[in-house]
């Protein structure tokens, strides 16, 4: 029977069984996918159609099965007997395994064992990084450098497929507004427009040009839908909101990444108006497959399926895998009830198999254009895993992104840069000389003893004269203080202290919601103890989210926002502590002052009441002001730049036309810098309430002292269209705010005429 098959998938071009010592050193060298020839529309589908037609329901339904390995564990674990399911083709994927060797192993067991020899994708949770970890994403957001973003993505999947992979579980392009959800540090913040921009990129980066390159990764967008709107910001919880909330906020995203072409999406934990994403019609089949024209298959997140009945819409097993598989998903992320209920199901008649074809067909497909079934093995390369990973390209990627995602919270009295011969620096804190937390929480298969940090960057940078007085002084939890004394000690012999304080890599991320989002344990009275001994102090912040932190806003002359900056951490940092790179980053999330704003960001809708001071009876606190610490698109530089007010190349158009904004930028200090120039807009009056304001567009602009430039943005009908009070998208005639400036909360405006076309 096997030679019978086996002749059978050489006749048709599917695959050879039994490969051995495959030649797959090519096509590795260049970051660049190579040139392959792809299937058209029609071949693909020939043939899967061909590996459909021998296929029993008990192999099709294998195919929409995927179980982690003993490698990693990213949630409660079902352990699964893989290998005997593996030989018996009752699994389609695998995910926490990688490296060459482990993957090859695997994929020989699926290929050399079960009847139909078909192949393995392997997927992991690649999210800022393989080996050489990037910044965290909510970081490397800050740039506003989707072409930078694009590139260590690019790198990502590189060094990824090198180790066996050809699966991302990323980009999460899931919009945040709440600060204690601690998944907020794998996205882009706040707004749909730069989240939408930063989602593409890293769709094609992933991606490449080719599928069937070997140094590509299939991208999968999650969380589908609107898992960043979880209540209280308590992860796995329930979402409610309008339908215009969702379509204008919350699923721009998730399309923009769908039309970059991504191959993959992932379902959500939560509810969306009472109904749980993996059994979602409307999400699944209505939006994405029908009004989005998705193609890809839908994975659920994990045992995402068997948790339909802890969401009380399924009442056992088999009804959770019924609703699942007819509201459009394909593939069963661990929970195993496919692979335990769909064949009965099938064989009952509640669900028809023609339905499990179209999944299976689905998965079938990208593994042909994976080029899996001509090679299963070319993916499983030891000489190209040791050769592209952790390159002297890829380190030196990983340092500019890491600059360029720093923000500049505050810098009185020009306290940054430092000068790298002062006398005495104390350098403070539980993240001075720290490897692992400097790494964020999901780190893929990264080593922490790679990461270089603060105090190494620092020794680097400074004179050989320099005197670097380091303690620890205090932990990231717990309540001792009992290390206070040496620290301050140091910081009354120092000429400046330099103090690391922020979150731990495990108090962000997946199931690391706070509720108190301040820094934690004793940080704060550490910095006070620091700060009272008159020693001039920079704050170094570290931590996947914003932080509330009026009193060192209040007191404290220099802060920095770096985040988790990976691999490179320290050498960035001193990068822009010293002066050797002016700090651009700008904030995509807003930072309150207090967790009782939340949430709380900037593009909110009017309210009949909007604050005045001196009228208690309209929108605001009795306790904290209604503005946040930092607004979103806040961040300084080491030189000043003066905006111009905006100018428009015409005041009144018509709905269908397209308007230039112009604004002047000139460099007011004394330094060379960069500044992300941003520009919103807002209608004055329409049918719904419109939103204070929008960001449409933003422009990098390099200036040397007292250079100009003039910086043109293009307002199109698509940017001014919204969801009128049927739910239609139109641009709605009125008169529109033209916004420029440094970041939401400062900005010169202009007026613009829309009318309708005679």
């Known amino acids: ?134 910044p965290v994403p909510l970081a490397e957001s800050c740039s506003w450098n989707p072409s930078l973003i694009g590139k260590t993505s690019r790198v990502a999947a590189v060094e990824a497929s090198a180790s066996g992979l050809q699966w991302t579980f990323a980009p999460m392009v899931d919009i945040a507004r709440d600060p204690r959800w601690g998944r907020i540090v794998e996205g882009a913040g706040e707004d749909p427009y730069l989240g939408s921009a930063i989602a593409r990129a890293r769709v094609k980066g992933f991606q490449g040009n080719d599928l069937s390159a070997t140094n590509t990764v299939l991208a999968c967008v999650k969380h589908y839908a609107a898992y960043g709107a979880v209540e209280a910001g308590r992860d796995y919880n329930t979402v409610d909101m309008s339908m215009r909330r969702l379509r204008s906020i919350y699923l721009p995203t998730y399309k923009a990444a769908i039309d970059a072409g991504a191959a993959t999406i992932m379902t959500s934990f939560n509810t969306l108006n009472g109904e749980p994403s993996t059994s979602n019609h409307f999400l699944l089949t209505d939006v994405l497959r029908n009004e989005w024209g998705f193609k890809g298959f839908v994975v659920t997140d994990y045992t ?55 999944a299976v067909k689905r998965i079938l497909k990208m593994k042909f254009e994976l080029g899996l079934f001509k090679d299963p093995y070319k993916y499983c390369d030891p000489q190209r895993e040791h050769r592209d990973t952790m390159t002297t390209a890829n380190l030196k990627l990983a340092r500019e992104m890491a600059k360029k995602s720093i923000v500049l919270l505050k810098n009185n009295h020009n306290i940054l840069p430092l000068n790298k011969n002062l006398k005495t620096i104390a350098l403070l804190g539980p993240l001075a000389d720290n490897k692992k937390d400097l790494l964020g929480p999901w780190h893929g298969a990264s080593h922490w003893q790679d990461v270089q940090t603060v105090l190494k960057g620092i020794k680097d940078k400074v004179s050989s004269n320099t005197r670097i007085l380091y303690d620890k002084g205090v932990n990231i939890k717990g309540g001792s203080t009992s290390g206070f004394s040496k620290a ?102 807003t930072f309150p002052r207090d967790v009782g704003q939340i949430p709380l960001y900037y593009n909110h809708y009017n309210t009949g009441r909007p604050f005045q001071k001196n009228n208690k009876y309209t929108s605001k606190y009795l306790d904290v002001p209604n503005t946040p610490q930092y607004p979103f698109g806040y961040g300084l530089s080491y030189t000043t730049f003066k905006y111009s007010k905006p100018t428009l190349d015409k005041h009144k158009i018509t709905t269908g036309d397209s308007v230039k904004v112009h604004v002047t930028i000139t460099n007011t200090g004394k330094r060379a810098g960069e500044e992300i120039a941003q520009f919103y807009i807002s209608e004055k009056y329409a049918d719904v309430s419109p939103r204070v304001k929008e960001l449409k567009g933003f422009a990098h602009v390099n200036l040397k002292p007292g250079e100009s430039r003039q910086v043109t943005f293009t307002l199109t009908p698509q940017k001014m269209s919204m969801y ?33 076309p005679q």
């Open 304 to 358: 995402a399926i068997k948790e339909l009945e802890h969401h009380r819409v399924a009442k056992d097993d088999a009804q959770a895998a019924e609703i699942s598989i007819k509201a459009g998903t394909d593939m069963d992320m661990q929970s195993g009830l496919f692979l335990k209920e769909l064949p009965k199901l099938v064989k009952q008649g509640v669900v028809k198999e023609s339905t499990i074809d179209q």
């Open 488 to 589: 301050v000690r140091y910081a009354r012999q120092a000429d400046v202290a330099i103090v690391c304080v922020g979150e731990s890599e495990t108090m962000s991320g997946e199931a690391a919601s706070r509720s108190k989002i301040g820094l934690p344990g004793k940080q704060l009275e550490f910095v006070k103890a620091i700060e009272k001994t008159g020693t001039p102090v920079v704050v170094v912040l570290m931590n996947g989210r914003p932080l509330t932190l009026p009193w060192i806003s209040d007191n404290v002359p220099g802060i920095l926002e770096t985040w988790f900056l990976g691999t490179e951490a320290g050498p960035a940092i001193s990068d822009v502590l010293f002066g050797d790179y002016n700090p651009s980053g700008k904030l995509t999330t």
């Open 1 to 134: 029977m096997k030679n019978k098959l086996t002749f059978l998938f050489i006749s048709v071009g599917l695959m050879i069984v039994s490969i051995s010592g495959c030649n797959l050193s090519a096509q590795t060298q260049s970051n660049e996918p190579p040139a392959q020839q792809k299937y058209d529309t029609a071949t693909l589908n020939q043939k899967a159609d061909s590996v459909l037609s021998l296929m029993n329901i008990e192999e099709k339904v294998g195919q929409l099965t995927q179980f982690t390995s003993d490698m990693n564990i990213t949630g409660p674990y079902i352990r699964s007997n893989y290998e005997k399911l593996l030989k018996e083709g009752k699994v389609g994927s695998i995910f926490n395994a990688y490296g060459a060797s482990y993957t090859r192993k695997l994929q020989e067991i699926a290929v050399d064992s079960s009847r139909l020899h078909i192949p393995l994708i392997f997927g992991y949770d690649v999210i800022h990084g393989f080996r050489t970890e990037f």
């Open 724 to 756: 009128n009070l049927h739910m239609k998208k139109v641009v709605e005639p009125g008169t529109f705010e033209i916004m420029t400036g440094p970041n939401s909360a400062e900005v010169q405006t202009d007026t613009l005429q829309v009318v309708n």
